[in-house]
């Protein structure tokens, strides 16, 4: 039996750089950055003070009813209008699936902003320096004063899920991946295996996350993950570069529509881009170091290509490499930007300088867990408008790494076949390939 053809019908985000698909991607291809300092918490005192925030977003103008989101968290407010765009630019606002039983949903959603302050509150109002305890009586009055209960619940990384379902009424499968940096590559993956086996016919797929709070800061401060650059902090993310010295966290979200080609073309609708290969593997290295030779990556990138029908080592007529743009995943960490080139070296072989590889996350920041999904959209613009979005900050090479990283301006260039990596801490690999519908 042969497997059906999967294409995107929509595609929608909210990101540092604004909330609507095509103004987000003028700026990407301007390489303009939207990193700033922090304004969620006061950062003074800690050695990263800024980020890659979403700014002057309001839920209300992308939902039907304000009213059943009230309490929805800002990782759920955010997925909610990155859904909103692409489930009304698949066509599905005038005229919903007929079936909801076979509209499904996997997100690669992260936590909710955690409750900090009043969870810390309540720990000091009933904390007794005398004795060294914490009073859980008193603990337990402050907490009930503090928190609200709709609010602990939305820190839970399913609420997304929840809020879409009931937004789009999808009632099929439903998932959700946490599998840190990679989730939404995941997520998009596992969509359109499930579709691909015939449990469902359409799926909405993508990611939502912000870890711009106290805690998300703090942890990745102390992993030494996060770039400390003094100065401009829209010069602070530098993939590839030299002096690249950490990433810059970002927020937002990114969703997409996969439906059969024969689904589609039914209710017709026009195919945006067509997802032919995926591939997941795990390092089985260590939690937070990638394996130094790129291999768990390499493995997943193969997997992609192979269920894709495509030899890495083969030329087209043109004589360029099969595949003709790398979403990396390209954090600008020392170890990763390093690895991930190793990588793309081990699969693509002397063909790998042929191909363009750049990072959007020079200038939108590290969305965490919603990071695959933008990037896979940045694969179908790409392929729609024949433009490679550049690497921001890239100034100083490195000779270690020399394959070509699109420095600094976006580039005119034929795109049929892309590939979008993510690698995800505790050794997660996922690759995605997508390219130009074919009828």
Same mark, same amino acid.
């Given at each position: 039996m042969t497997?059906?053809?999967?294409v995107?019908t929509g595609?929608?985000?909210?990101t540092?750089?604004?909330?609507?698909?095509?103004?987000v991607?003028r700026r990407?291809?301007a390489?303009e950055s939207?990193?700033?300092p922090i304004?969620r918490?006061?950062?003074?005192?800690?050695?990263t003070?800024?980020a890659a925030?979403?700014?002057?977003?309001?839920?209300?103008?992308?939902v039907?009813?304000a009213?059943?989101?009230?309490?929805?968290?800002?990782?759920s407010q955010?997925?909610?209008?990155?859904?909103?765009?692409?489930?009304r630019?698949?066509?599905?606002e005038?005229?919903?699936p007929?079936?909801p039983r076979?509209?499904?949903?996997?997100?690669?959603?992260?936590?909710g902003v955690?409750?900090?302050a009043n969870?810390?509150g309540a720990?000091?109002?009933a904390?007794?320096?005398?004795?060294g305890?914490v009073d859980?009586?008193?603990?337990?009055?402050s907490?009930l004063a503090r928190?609200?209960?709709?609010?602990?619940?939305?820190?839970e990384?399913?609420? /997304?899920?929840?809020?879409l379902?009931?937004?789009f009424?999808m009632?099929g499968?439903a998932?959700?991946c946490l599998t840190?940096?990679?989730?939404?590559t995941?997520?998009?993956?596992e969509?359109?295996?499930?579709?691909r086996r015939?449990?469902?016919?359409?799926?909405?797929?993508?990611g939502?996350?912000?870890?711009?709070?106290l805690?998300?800061v703090t942890?990745?401060?102390?992993?030494t993950?996060?770039?400390?650059?003094?100065g401009?902090?829209t010069?602070a993310?530098r993939?590839f570069?030299l002096?690249r010295?950490?990433?810059?966290?970002?927020?937002?979200?990114g969703?997409?529509?996969l439906?059969?080609?024969e689904?589609a073309e039914a209710?017709?609708?026009?195919?945006?881009?067509?997802v032919?290969?995926?591939?997941?593997s795990?390092d089985?290295?260590?939690i937070t170091?990638?394996?130094p030779?790129?291999r768990?990556a390499?493995?997943a990138?193969?997997?992609?290509l192979h269920q894709?029908?495509i030899? /890495?080592?083969?030329?087209?007529?043109?004589g360029?490499p099969?595949v003709?743009?790398?979403?990396?995943h390209?954090t600008g960490?020392?170890e990763n930007?390093s690895?991930?080139?190793?990588?793309?070296?081990?699969?693509?072989?002397?063909g790998?300088r042929?191909? /363009?590889m750049s990072?959007?996350?020079? %200038? %939108?920041?590290h969305l965490?867990a919603a990071a695959g999904?933008?990037?896979?959209?940045?694969?179908?613009?790409?392929?729609?408008?024949?433009m490679? /979005?550049p690497?921001?900050?890239l100034?100083v090479?490195?000779?270690?790494?020399d394959?070509d990283y699109?420095?600094n301006?976006?580039?005119?260039?034929?795109?049929?076949?892309?590939?979008?990596n993510?690698?995800g801490f505790?050794?997660?690999?996922d690759?995605?390939v997508?390219?130009?519908f074919v009828?």
């Amino acid at each position: 039996m042969t497997a059906p053809r999967i294409v995107v019908t929509g595609i929608g985000w909210i990101t540092p750089l604004g909330h609507d698909i095509e103004g987000v991607w003028r700026r990407l291809l301007a390489a303009e950055s939207g990193m700033a300092p922090i304004t969620r918490f006061d950062a003074r005192t800690f050695p990263t003070t800024f980020a890659a925030e979403v700014r002057g977003y309001d839920v209300t103008g992308f939902v039907k009813d304000a009213k059943v989101h009230a309490t929805a968290g800002l990782n759920s407010q955010f997925a909610l209008g990155a859904a909103s765009q692409a489930w009304r630019q698949a066509g599905f606002e005038k005229a919903p699936p007929r079936d909801p039983r076979r509209v499904g949903l996997y997100l690669g959603a992260g936590e909710g902003v955690l409750d900090t302050a009043n969870y810390v509150g309540a720990n000091l109002d009933a904390w007794d320096p005398a004795t060294g305890t914490v009073d859980g009586v008193k603990w337990a009055r402050s907490a009930l004063a503090r928190m609200a209960p709709a609010r602990e619940i939305e820190q839970e990384p399913n609420m /997304p899920l929840a809020h879409l379902a009931r937004e789009f009424n999808m009632r099929g499968p439903a998932y959700n991946c946490l599998t840190a940096c990679a989730a939404s590559t995941q997520a998009i993956g596992e969509a359109f295996s499930i579709i691909r086996r015939g449990d469902a016919d359409v799926m909405m797929a993508g990611g939502t996350h912000t870890m711009i709070h106290l805690l998300g800061v703090t942890g990745f401060n102390r992993l030494t993950a996060l770039s400390e650059r003094k100065g401009d902090p829209t010069e602070a993310s530098r993939p590839f570069s030299l002096d690249r010295g950490g990433f810059v966290m970002g927020e937002g979200s990114g969703m997409v529509i996969l439906e059969t080609l024969e689904h589609a073309e039914a209710r017709g609708a026009a195919p945006l881009a067509e997802v032919t290969g995926y591939g997941s593997s795990c390092d089985a290295y260590r939690i937070t170091d990638i394996q130094p030779e790129g291999r768990g990556a390499a493995v997943a990138m193969q997997a992609a290509l192979h269920q894709a029908g495509i030899d /890495p080592a083969s030329r087209g007529a043109d004589g360029r490499p099969p595949v003709h743009y790398i979403s990396a995943h390209g954090t600008g960490t020392k170890e990763n930007d390093s690895i991930e080139t190793k990588a793309v070296k081990r699969v693509f072989g002397e063909g790998a300088r042929d191909i /363009p590889m750049s990072s959007i996350k020079s %200038m %939108m920041g590290h969305l965490i867990a919603a990071a695959g999904s933008v990037e896979f959209i940045t694969c179908v613009l790409a392929i729609r408008d024949g433009m490679v /979005p550049p690497t921001r900050n890239l100034k100083v090479p490195d000779p270690e790494l020399d394959l070509d990283y699109v420095p600094n301006a976006a580039r005119k260039v034929p795109v049929d076949v892309c590939v979008s990596n993510n690698f995800g801490f505790g050794g997660q690999n996922d690759s995605l390939v997508v390219r130009r519908f074919v009828p």
